[in-house]
């Protein structure tokens, strides 16, 4: 049993053979979930630090803001280390969400019926960010990326909470013009996912939902890298070998090593058989 | 256009229904058969193999799912509203490719209760006819239990089924589900290993005087082979069942099973890429298929016999575009294609928070848990209580992906900073929920038919589902979470314990299941269903339209294996009584 908190890494050999006894309470330990063997980590391919699509000043808000959604602190690495502004920048540019539907004609409906924006993901990157700097401006005076963490969270706050939306609006929406059945040429509302207006509320959505992917994702897409968020959890990623030996094993915390995509793929151009820190 | 040599059956849709219905034709007749699929053609092993272990991928951006750049639904909750596109998906996720949505499920198996089969009759005849709500119009199947036990039986054997009988001929079996319809035989495979937390509701559910159940399963155990020497398994529990593939192949699926097996008939060729664009007909007979190819040039592929077994939606789809059979008027209550469209509930389950249990939740597969049935359909009666139907309640460790399933947390957790990153390192591996699936009945007001306004890649009119819930559902769900969440919570003893609130409105955004039913009814009167009992176009013979689409409404259960069990059902009428003598069957 070990935990990243408490510094100590199992060796990832072999493991002890699976026991059905369940072990002492006492030996469970209570600040974290249970972590495989924390610190072995399979070989993984580099990553550089190269941005696609996003322009250094919106990469700097996104990796400012992601690195206080999931912050470095007394439990570990975060965001920023996670690498989650590049994964961010990756996805826009590969062209996330390109399989959505998006004909016409738009118009406003219930938020059962889900999000109702026109706009790609790149653009609401593009004007969210532009709005979300906006806004730390004409609040603190200064853009986000250059405010204190204190001053960024409050920014986050209000955008999370509907204050900014108050403020600032979301450059562009309101020029584009939009046939509404019956009743005339009108501005588009952006609806967010929750049903609500595009606007720094619905992008606060957004920045958390991809930070927390990004922090989680296998680190192939360019985020979670040296796998720190599924150390945080103990979530051991892509086991091959799975968990038969230890799937009876109740209560006790899993400790092969953690593995991930790329494990496997440079096992596989080194012409080595698939395995993993089980030995199996 | 250009126009295919003539075969004698075309399969619409190569998924669970056209691949267990060709390798039938394949085995037991001499006909050569074209399958035309929108979607490539995947193997499960390499294409689906160890990339899978990929939730960005996979289950974020939906890499198994239908493209809904090319084709999409529209929904409203009433008739009064507008409907409008679903853009990105939600609720409920089609598969995409040959094997269809069978490939990206879970793998829970069910066979539908006995009385199910006549429902209508069995609430009235227990209840009184003034029992049921007006505007439901749920109706009795055309075709029974013990006429599909052999062919879910069958099924079952195909697939390889894990789990523990509860009813062998009439004897109730210790272990089983003790409510369930008898079976001819016990399940082909013995249960899968179950993970931790599932046992902590199966115990907490025997002292209170429940009956758990291993959750029948399609993630192979062992190292098996079906009757078509198809092999499967056996499963490691890596938990990466539902939305993935399987790099081991013990998740049964049509690309491990029938397909490869049909392929082997040397008389079925597979079309990939190839979207449907309507039945032509001529004199009551079907005559041929309409095709854009991968190119997008419009091909017409003639047949004698055509089998429509895409997933439920494109079922009423492309009957609509055909314009075979009346569109259903909920105004007017006539008319049949679109009509007793059904979802499933989901609702009111229970989860719990330890201080003193590291769960191991990552391991599992789609279906690795326990379930009871007290609360299901009517195994409880329903005198007094204001509603009908009820649901299946289970524990089942599918996976423990961190981008989609880092949670649930407990309530008031912030949702991020530092109080979050805390909040997740500490319950990620120790909590565990269970959940109702709960029955959704038919209702005149609840239908599908073509929009009006919004069209697919191609120009043709998307589907129009309108559907919500109603009191009869919320009340049904109310009373399960009191009955049963609430106390199994208790009983399960956790720091933290949460039971799951009351239902909204249908909500089109959050994910709840691919269970989606009716539309192309079965039934006894060709006024009120779209196919007969043998799933067969009434006016046109020669015509056969299988799926969840034929179910009269929904159960509470996963509708997979009556699925399948219908497919055998349509295939044994085909061969043994359609092909002698082809005509409508009586």
């Known amino acids: ?90 996805q826009l540019a590969a062209g996330m969400r390109e399989r959505e539907y998006r004909l016409g004609p738009y118009q406003p409906g219930e938020p059962t019926q889900g999000d109702r924006s026109m706009l790609s993901m790149r653009d609401r990157y593009r ?32 955008m999370d909470g509907g204050q900014a939306d108050q403020v600032v609006t979301v ?43 990004g922090f989680f ?39 092969g090593c953690f593995a991930n995509l790329a494990t496997y793929h440079v096992q596989s151009a080194l012409g080595s058989q698939h395995g993993h820190g089980q030995g199996r | 256009m250009a126009v295919q040599p003539r075969v004698d059956v075309v399969s619409i849709g190569f998924g669970l229904v056209g691949g267990a219905i060709a390798n039938e034709l394949g085995k037991r007749t001499s006909l050569q058969m074209v399958a035309l699929e929108r979607g490539p053609f995947r193997r499960t092993i390499p294409e689906l193999a160890i990339d899978h272990f990929d939730e960005w991928r996979f289950t974020v951006q939906g890499e198994l799912f239908q493209d809904l750049s090319q084709e999409t639904i529209t929904f409203r909750n009433a ?64 075709v029974s239990y013990d006429e599909l036990e052999p062919h879910y039986m069958y099924f079952e054997k195909v697939f390889g089924i894990a789990g523990k009988a509860g009813n062998i001929r009439g004897r109730i079996q210790p272990g089983g589900n003790p409510f369930e319809g008898w079976r001819s035989e016990e399940f082909p495979q013995p249960p899968n290993q179950i993970a931790y937390g599932p046992t902590l509701f199966r115990e907490a559910c025997e002292q209170l005087g429940f009956k758990p159940f291993p959750q029948p399963t399609a993630n192979s ?46 008389r079925l060729q597979v079309r990939e890429l190839c979207n449907v664009l309507r039945i032509n007909h001529a004199g009551g007979r079907a005559t041929s298929v309409s095709y854009l190819d991968a190119s997008g040039q419009e091909q017409e592929q003639p047949a004698d016999l055509i089998v429509l077994g895409a997933f439920t939606l494109n079922n009423i789809r492309l009957l609509l575009l055909s314009q075979i059979g009346e569109p259903y008027d909920p105004q007017a209550n006539r008319g049949v294609v679109g009509r007793n469209y059904t979802y499933l509930v989901m609702g009111g389950g229970g989860t719990g928070w330890y201080d003193d249990r590291i769960l191991n939740r990552f391991m599992g597969s789609g279906a690795n848990g326990y379930a009871i049935d007290e609360f299901n359909s009517d195994n409880v009666d329903h005198s007094g209580l204001g509603f009908f139907g009820g649901g299946s309640i289970a524990c089942n460790n599918t996976g423990a992906r961190p981008i989609q399933q880092y949670g649930p947390l407990p309530s008031g ?71 049963a969440s609430a106390p199994i919570i208790a009983q399960m003893n956790p720091a933290i314990q949460q039971v799951g609130s009351d239902l909204a409105d249908y909500n089109i955004v959050p994910y709840q299941s691919t269970h989606l039913q009716g539309g192309t009814i079965m039934g006894s009167d060709p006024t009120s269903s779209v196919v007969n009992r043998y799933c067969q176009v009434w006016g046109m013979p020669n015509l056969f339209v299988v799926g969840a689409s034929n179910f009269p409404q929904n159960f509470g259960y996963n509708p997979t294996g009556t699925v399948g069990a219908l497919a055998y059902w349509a295939a044994e009428a085909i061969v043994n009584r359609y092909l002698p003598s082809p005509g409508m069957l009586a």
Not at chain 1, 26 to 31: F, I, K, P
């Open chain 2, 221 to 266: 155990p062992t190292t098996y082979v079906n009757p078509d020497g198809m092999a499967l398994g056996p499963c490691d529990y890596c938990g990466f069942c539902e939305y993935y593939g399987c790099h081991v192949g013990a998740k049964a699926s049509p690309i491990l099973t029938v397909i490869p097996s049909a392929l082997r008939s040397g």
């Open chain 1, 127 to 158: 004007l969210g960010l532009a709005a979300m700097d906006e806004y730390a401006r004409q609040r603190f005076g200064r853009g986000f990326a250059e405010l204190s963490e204190q001053d960024q969270d409050q920014v986050l706050r209000d």
């Open chain 2, 79 to 142: 008739i009064d509203q507008t409907a409008l596109p679903m853009h990105q998906y939600g609720s409920f996720r089609p598969g995409l490719g040959v094997g269809g949505a069978a490939v990206h499920w879970n793998g829970q198996h069910w066979r539908a209760l006995p009385h199910f089969f006549r429902y209508r009759s069995h609430l009235i005849e227990r209840y009184g006819s003034n029992f049921l709500p007006e505007d439901t119009t749920i109706m009795d199947w055309p």
């Open chain 1, 171 to 213: 450059v562009g929406i309101e020029n584009v013009p939009v046939q509404f059945a019956g009743t005339g040429p009108e501005s588009i509302q952006h609806a967010s996912p929750s049903g609500k207006v595009f606007g720094l509320q619905a992008f606060f959505e957004i920045l958390r939902s991809h930070t927390i992917a």
């Open chain 1, 217 to 255: 994702c296998d680190p192939i897409h360019g985020g979670n890298r040296d796998m720190v968020g599924w150390k945080l959890i103990g979530f051991p990623g892509a086991q091959i070998g799975g968990y038969r030996d230890w799937i009876l094993n109740y209560g006790v915390p899993f400790d």
């Open chain 2, 413 to 483: 957790t912030p949702t991020w900073g530092s109080g979050w990153k805390a909040a997740v390192k500490y319950y990620y591996n120790r909590v565990v929920s269970f959940g109702i699936q709960g029955e959704s009945p038919a209702y005149r007001q609840n239908y599908a038919d073509l929009d009006p306004t919004y069209r697919d890649a191609f120009g043709h009119p998307l589907l129009r589902i309108t559907f919500n819930f109603t009191d009869n559902e919320r009340k049904m769900i109310r009373y399960i979470a009191a009955k």
């Open chain 1, 1 to 90: 049993m070990t935990g990243l908190s408490a510094g100590v890494a199992a060796a990832c050999g072999p493991p002890a053979p699976p026991s059905r006894e369940p072990i002492p309470q006492a030996r469970l330990g209570m600040e974290s979930g249970g972590i495989p063997g924390a610190g072995n980590v399979q070989p993984s391919t580099p990553v550089t630090d190269t941005l696609t699509l996003f322009t250094q000043e919106q990469a700097a808000i996104v990796r400012a803001a992601s690195g206080r959604i999931i912050p470095k602190d007394e439990n570990g690495p975060g965001a920023i280390e996670a690498g989650v502004a590049f994964f961010i920048d990756r």
